[in-house]
């Protein structure tokens, strides 16, 4: 997450928004969504928008109805990026107080206390930021399946030590992962037989497409919607 593009459109962030509720979860300001009856959970790791954009928790909640128990946890402690036009606001110094290597140790406790709840099969999904964390986290069994949308800047390395079965949504316009370089960790991943893996490449979209894109354009929507889908249906084969 080092790209211009990675804090474009940004939203206007609600803390009141979505149909669930706000709760501490593994030691964090979290988001919960969903039935706690379901033996399946999805943590959601946000961009750097964090999670009290309004289509992200949108998102929660439409991985919620189809039937999983869903944690979008503040991994930024409550300091997203908002306004971008600030002049006190500088990229390199947020990146630097909300480091990945941070979320991927804030991440662990959310997934013990999932475990411990009785959850018996967890995914995860990652945006930017928040994929950059979880292509670490991939590299145990800690999750039974992860989504990486419009990755930040991974690296060869860290797609060489994943060990679940990982899906790939990539954007045709992104300067952090462009699409030759995900379509070599495809080729990467494919020669691991031990675990499924699948690389997408959506034509005609920019990075952030699935939760930064416009409500009232129609392609746009439809072009995230797909990706959602493709998102839910991975969760669907692989989280059960």
Known sequence: MSSSQCFENAPTLSSTCGAGTVQEFGGLQTYVTGSSHSKLAILLLSDGFGYEAPNFRKLADKVAAAGFFVVVPDFFHGDPVTDLNDPKFDRDTWMKAHNTDEGFEDAKPVIEALKSKGFSAIG?????????????????????????????????????????????????????????????????????????????????????????????????????????????????????
């Open 124 to 240: 995860a999904a990652g945006f930017c930021w928040g994929a950059m964390v979880l292509v670490k986290l991939a590299s145990s069994t800690d999750l039974q399946a992860a989504v990486l949308l419009h990755p930040g800047r991974i690296t060869e390395d860290e797609i060489n030590n994943v060990k679940i079965p990982i899906s790939i949504l990539g954007a045709e316009i992104d300067h952090s992962s462009p699409p030759e370089r995900m379509k070599q960790f495809g080729k990467n991943l494919s020669e691991k037989s031990e675990f499924d893996s699948f690389v997408k490449i959506y034509p005609g979209v920019a990075h952030g497409w699935t939760v930064r894109y416009n409500v009232e354009d129609e392609s746009a929507v439809k072009s995230a919607e797909e990706a959602h889908l493709d998102m839910l249906n991975w969760f669907t084969k692989y989280v059960k």
